[in-house]
């Protein structure tokens, strides 16, 4: 996932990912009293979400780093998608083969859209990829 060929997963420990990386640039703790924090690497273009283990990984700088989503199934085709990359070019990629909603996954005021089945969510501002999230994210079963 990243230049240096180091990887950053899902479910990967805390530990790991400071070993790794070294110390976040910015830690921002999201609700008082858990362990739940943001880690910023300004540098390498992205944001972390985790306790004890990386729950989400947000691409969200210049720096980030392209991602490549493998549709499921034998011999399924690889997309690369990055930060900055126009809006048309993301649905050309994606085609009409993918489920799409719309979701908040950290602010109430933003939206992403949401492709559950991938895990990833993008944010666009004026037609180009803001933000990229992987993540797992439950499904609401109340819907």
């Known amino acids: 996932l990243l230049p240096d060929g ?9 530990k790991k990912l400071k070993d790794d990386l070294g110390p976040a640039d910015v830690e921002i703790p999201v609700v008082e009293g858990t ?10 273009g992205i ?5 004890r283990e990386v729950l989400a990984i947000i691409l969200d700088g210049k720096a980030a780093p392209a991602i490549t989503v493998h549709r499921p199934g034998l011999g399924g085709e690889s997309i690369e998608v ?4 126009p809006s ?11 489920d799409v909603e719309l979701a908040h996954l950290f602010d109430v005021k ?7 089945d991938l895990g990833l969510a993008v944010q666009y501002d004026k037609g180009v990829v803001k933000e990229l999230v992987v993540a797992v994210v ?6």
Not at 6 to 14: M, T
Not at 35 to 44: E, P, Q
Not at 138 to 143: A, I, T
């Open 47 to 51: 944001t972390v979400l985790a306790t």
């Open 6 to 14: 180091k990887v950053i997963g899902l479910s990967q420990s805390l």
């Open 110 to 116: 933003e939206y992403h859209q949401l492709y559950r």
């Open 82 to 85: 990055s930060v900055g990359m």
């Open 35 to 44: 362990n739940l924090k943001y880690y910023k690497y300004k540098d390498l």
């Open 138 to 143: 439950p499904v609401n079963e109340s819907r």
């Open 88 to 98: 048309a070019e993301i649905k050309k990629r994606f085609g009409d083969d993918w």
